[in-house]
């Protein structure tokens, strides 16, 4: 176990519970957008689609999922979504906004006690007020030392994330379930990483890993981290 160093910490699907709602909510679309030639699969490769393209334009959170969804209405329809299916998504969409925190198992014990002997940071990506309410909601906010939200989390985050705090990379760690945003971005910055996997990873999140690079960590929870650090 070696002391003082940095760890940066993402926050959807790695503190708290995040894409399993929203999953739900796509499941509940793909079921109600039925399509004549495509099932389920060949819908959701649709929206997966849209969701990738609207992500470089309208970044990530609920907001982009409700357009996303209403563009796939108009891929599989042929046509622009009704005043009708606009107001059925917004009804599957409602229980994100008023979906509750829900910490991961021993995130809160897990923190505290890596913060009495580490600087802790969170990073995470998303709409500002959207990911705000989430942190605020989680009690998690005073452990880190700063909180960051970004639009994107990739290897010019990193580094600038870096040279804003004085960080050395070779004694920070970014911990998080994102192979694409958290891992491999951070590696390239020169960080070190913790990969802790999460069942309900976004799929578009989703990339392999090289199980060779000794820069990266694998752990199956977060409550592994203080065995290590």
């Known amino acids: 176990m070696r002391r003082d160093q940095v760890l940066v910490f993402d926050a959807d699907d790695t503190l708290w519970e995040n894409n399993v709602v929203f999953e739900r909510v796509i499941a509940d679309f793909l079921r109600w957008m039925e399509h004549p030639t495509l099932d389920t699969a060949g819908r959701r490769a649709v929206l997966d689609e849209i ?14 999922l409700v357009r996303s969804l209403g563009d796939c209405v108009a891929s599989l329809r042929g046509r622009p ?13 409602a229980v994100l906004i008023d979906h509750q925190v829900e910490l991961v198992p021993g995130a809160a014990e897990t923190l505290a006690q890596l913060s009495t002997r580490h600087r802790l940071f969170l990073l995470t990506k998303g709409h500002v007020e959207e990911q705000r309410r989430k942190i605020d909601s989680s009690g998690l906010a005073p452990l880190f030392e700063a909180v960051e939200i970004v639009p994107e989390k990739d290897d010019a985050t990193y580094r600038r994330f870096i040279n804003a705090y004085g960080l050395t990379p070779a004694a920070s760690w970014m911990i998080g379930n994102s192979p694409k945003s958290d891992i491999l971005p951070a590696r390239r910055a020169g960080m070190n990483a913790v990969f802790i996997p999460n069942d309900h990873t976004w799929v578009l999140e989703q990339t392999e890993l090289d199980r060779s690079d000794t820069g990266v960590l694998h752990l199956r929870a977060l409550t592994g981290l203080v065995g290590h650090f």
Do not use: F, K, V
């Open 51 to 64: 969701q990738a393209a609207n992500a470089l334009t309208h970044g990530y959170g609920s907001r982009m």
């Open 81 to 93: 979504a009704t005043a009708a299916e606009i107001d059925g998504i917004n009804e599957l969409a």
